[in-house]
T-cell receptor, first 112, second 115 residues
Framework: QKEVEQDPGPLSVPEGAIVSLNCTYS??????FMWYRQYSRKGPELLMY????GNKEDGRFTAQVDKSSKYISLFIRDSQPSDSATYLC????????????FGTGTKLQVIP | GAVVSQHPSRVICKSGTSVKIECRSL??????MFWYRQFPKQSLMLMAT?????????EQGVEKDKFLINHASLTLSTLTVTSAHPEDSSFYIC???????????FGDGTRLSIL
């Protein structure tokens, strides 16, 4: 069993839809949770960064962490064609200097 | 802030050549940098953790003599793929964190193609 499971998609939605992306994990030691967006042939770009359980909102993006269920989510409101990319969840036991474990990524396509 | 620059973005070379990839933190000092490898349609695989002024820590299965890492300053880490072969063709990405407890920021990657 992988430490982090993420549905690879692809996920195709119409412009303006609400998108829900999810990851589950098995290691209860994870405390820091990230979502990265990766465009083709580019490095991952940090979208959201949360510590422990709870919600965090930034513009059209909301990240949720439920440590009791070992489940994290990223919601994208009013999705735009420019949101079309691969979204990677990532997590670590502690912050920046520690090893990060990534999900396999979900490919999202937002259709105009 | 927290910009990481990687160079070159694309390399095409003959089998047997050694290739050096640079990773720079532009607006912060990075004691620790990370090197990843990504195959098509797959996630990032950590290769090694680069520590300024000391030896890199390699993940299991990564040949340290094949992938030489040097972290000579607080803003620069290099990855050298020695005697590269077609199976080394991949997308190599580095990352760094400005402070412990802060998330890693990534460079734009280097696409390496060995003919």
């Amino acid at each position: 069993q992988k430490e982090v499971e993420q549905d690879p998609g692809p996920l195709s939605v119409p412009e303006g839809a609400i998108v829900s992306l999810n990851c589950t994990y098995s290691n209860s030691a994870f405390q820091y949770f990230m979502w990265y967006r990766q465009y083709s042939r580019k490095g991952p770009e940090l979208l959201m960064y949360t510590y422990s359980s709870g919600n965090k909102e930034d513009g059209r993006f909301t990240a949720q962490v439920d440590k009791s269920s070992k489940y994290i989510s990223l919601f994208i409101r009013d999705s735009q064609p420019s949101d079309s990319a691969t979204y990677l969840c990532a997590m670590s036991r502690s912050g920046g200097y520690q090893k990060v474990t990534f999900g396999t990524g979900t490919k999202l396509q937002v259709i105009p | 802030g927290a910009v990481v620059s990687q160079h070159p973005s694309r390399v095409i070379c003959k089998s047997g050549t050694s290739v050096k990839i640079e990773c720079r933190s532009l607006d912060f000092q990075a004691t620790t940098m990370f090197w990843y490898r990504q195959f098509p349609k797959q996630s990032l695989m950590l290769m090694a953790t680069s520590n300024e002024g000391s030896k890199a820590t390699y993940e299991q299965g990564v040949e340290k003599d094949k992938f030489l890492i040097n972290h000579a300053s607080l803003t620069l880490s290099t990855l050298t793929v020695t005697s590269a072969h077609p199976e080394d063709s991949s997308f190599y990405i580095c990352s760094a964190s400005a402070l412990d407890g802060q998330p890693q920021h990534f460079g734009d990657g280097t696409r390496l193609s060995i003919l």
